[in-house]
């Protein structure tokens, strides 16, 4: 005889909770919510303290740490505890920075998760670029100025004449590049080689609504001199906008 | 003598605030807090009255009411309208569905607080996409099917031969078409033009995360037949994977 496969009432719940940008009140209600009735949460190195605590204090906290440049736990490890986990019965919380649904892995692990017979779930969140854009006072689409945003990651291969990240670089269009800080020099290269005017604005959000979050403004041609001068090698979200006016400007001089 | 401007002490604030994509618990706790606080709500007809309830029985709630293919406000008398209260000292929230830097007119908004010496700040939110994905369980990107989101409209002019929303078509990618619906047919051809496959996969959530919400499964080919068939007329957001392996078949046979 083998043993039945494991019913969804029976095996918990694990919640993929996006955890926003960092500060707790960026928490969407139902994130508290999740991580009020946690008995498990695993978050890794971009979640803060404060958000942690929202967590029961009997609930256990595990750190599946992970950054930029960095991969101490694979995915599939990730997988394969979060599963483990839901599969005594416990209500799980995997929390993601930002929106799981970008560049979150969630796709990974609800696999997983389904495989296993686990019921599972997305609880949305503020991905970085609305929260940078907001603390800025700036706007991801503007009439006359951008009707499209793109959100992309520079994570360029090495030998890449035109980084793939910069495809989307076309008038109209706000970009927003996650994870991008030390592809700087190769992506305002692709971006002027795409034809973007050394001019366009840019806003770079460093440690957007945590402790000693900064912002420094540039233009695209300064954007790897000023990253250097101001020693931001971390966590940081880069807003270029191609402003529409640029190319119908460019167009009516023949 | 001439008065002395309004100083930003004197002249309350202004909110800009995003409510998330419906649902109550999808607002973060900044939004509902701003809400808790407020004297005067502006807010329009995509915003549920749950989440109206939070502000005080006291507050003046004001319907600025504008949607998709209708302006019974104009955006100079909103503009006016929330500076004015302001003015008066009071805590403004203007409500902005989904994030209000995405479609959101903020910049717009923004400089009229700014004009009129406001203090003035946005409050992020969860944008439609974010939301309609993760009530879906499916992720906006996706390791080796797509590295970057699009969030574009369909607003299409007449007479485009291929709609200007489209141009980002390129494989590895996901769009999300906000107010997309009544352009279905337009938005499939200028797709189709672009080089998708007729086969790529489609979501359309509508009414996320609201009573009623439901979602359409379909291939692009299909899209402009399965919301007339489901009557889907109104607010959706219009989901669609260029996924990178079509390409890179693609590119195999020569």
């Not at 967590?55 to 440049?69: L, N």
């Not at 300064?222 to 119908?248: F, R, S």
Request: include cysteine; glycine fraction near 8%; hydrophobic fraction near 45%.
């Amino acid at each position: 005889m083998t043993n039945p496969p494991a019913s969804p009432a029976a095996a918990g719940l694990l919640s993929l909770v996006g955890a926003g940008p960092g500060a707790r009140d960026l928490l969407t209600l139902r994130a508290m919510q999740r991580l009020q009735q946690a008995d498990t949460v695993f978050y890794d190195r971009l979640v803060d303290d404060e958000v942690l605590e929202l967590a029961p204090p009997s609930a256990r906290r595990v750190f599946v740490g992970k950054h930029v440049g960095a991969h101490s736990w694979p995915q599939d490890k990730i997988n394969a505890v979060i599963v483990a986990e839901a599969l005594k019965g416990r209500r799980v919380v995997r929390l993601k920075s930002g929106d799981p649904g970008i560049f979150g892995r969630v796709a990974e692990e609800l696999a997983a998760a389904r495989a296993a017979g686990i019921e599972a779930e997305v609880v949305p969140g503020v991905t970085a670029a609305c929260a940078a854009a907001a603390a800025n006072g700036i706007s991801l689409t503007e009439r006359g100025v951008s009707d499209t945003l793109v959100l992309t990651t520079a994570r360029c291969r090495a030998g890449d004449p035109l980084p793939d990240c910069t495809r989307h670089a076309k008038p109209g269009t706000t970009m927003v590049f996650y994870m991008a800080v030390r592809q700087a020099d190769r992506l305002r290269d692709g971006l002027l080689g795409q034809g973007m005017p050394p001019t366009a604005p840019v806003t770079v959000a460093v440690d957007v609504s945590k402790p000693g979050a900064r912002t420094l403004f540039c233009d695209l041609a300064a954007l790897p001199q000023t990253l250097a001068q101001h020693g931001i090698t971390g966590v940081a979200t880069i807003i270029v906008t191609y402003p529409k006016a640029q190319t119908q400007r460019l167009a009516a001089v023949p």
